[in-house]
């Protein structure tokens, strides 16, 4: 069981009562953002030295009978997404974050540990990429200058930048693609799939 103080931030994004190295506070709150995704939810009811009781509320579906009538069709479900998606973030529980979000609606996704290596990825990838997710600042090259080459080679790609810092101070003048092009960390897996459908214009 949990006190009211865990209870508070379970689906926070790495908050953890584990060990340092031993839970990174993700599974919680990847399952809240594909529920609120998917247009449902999830409650906790918790007391210490008893216990917890995770309730999950999901959309009612169509009955099969009445999908069995009418033409079978490919739907496209709220969160079920297509794209490919390179992920250049250097934090491992950032990318592994986004990475898990991102699979789980749909896109495909390529990572890259720093700027290098992305500009690697760039060079050799056949298939064009829909959507650069860069950390403006990185090991090796930083995010505006991945972002450059990517768009070099790929004129249709977008740009989500991602900063633990409070301003635009850290981007170079001209690399903002509007305002939204810009996301804070920390942030949540519905804020991440709202942004990144902004930004590939798939928001409704």
Same mark, same amino acid.
């Given at each position: ?89 250097? &934090? @491992?529980?950032?990318? +592994? ?10 896109? =495909? $996704?390529? !990572? ?65 693609? &509007? @305002?939204?092009?810009? +996301? ?10 709202? =942004? $990144?459908? !902004? ?6």
């Amino acid at each position: 069981g949990m006190d009211d103080a865990v209870q508070a931030r379970i689906f926070e994004p790495f908050f953890t009562t584990k060990p340092a190295g031993e839970g990174t506070g993700l599974g919680l709150s990847t399952v809240y953002g594909i529920l609120k995704q998917s247009g449902g939810t999830i409650d906790v009811e918790s007391r210490v030295n008893e216990g917890s009781t995770f309730n999950v509320y999901l959309p009612l579906a169509e009955a099969q009978e009445q999908e069995a009538a009418a033409p079978r069709r490919r739907v496209m479900l709220p969160g079920q997404q297509h794209g490919t998606v390179l992920v250049a973030e250097d &934090d @491992d529980l950032v990318r +592994m974050l986004v990475h898990t979000v991102l699979t789980g609606a749909g896109y =495909r $996704v390529i !990572e890259a540990r720093t700027g290098t290596e992305a500009a690697a990825l760039v060079a050799t990838l056949a298939e064009p990429i829909d959507l650069l997710i860069a950390d403006v600042v990185m090991p090796g090259m930083i995010g505006p200058d991945v972002a450059r080459l990517v768009l070099k080679r790929f004129a249709n790609a977008r740009v989500l930048y991602i900063t633990g810092y409070a301003t635009h101070s850290s981007i170079p003048p001209g690399f903002m693609q &509007d @305002d939204d092009a810009l +996301m804070q960390k920390p942030f949540l897996p519905e804020q991440l799939l709202e =942004r $990144v459908q !902004e930004r590939l214009g798939l928001a409704t």
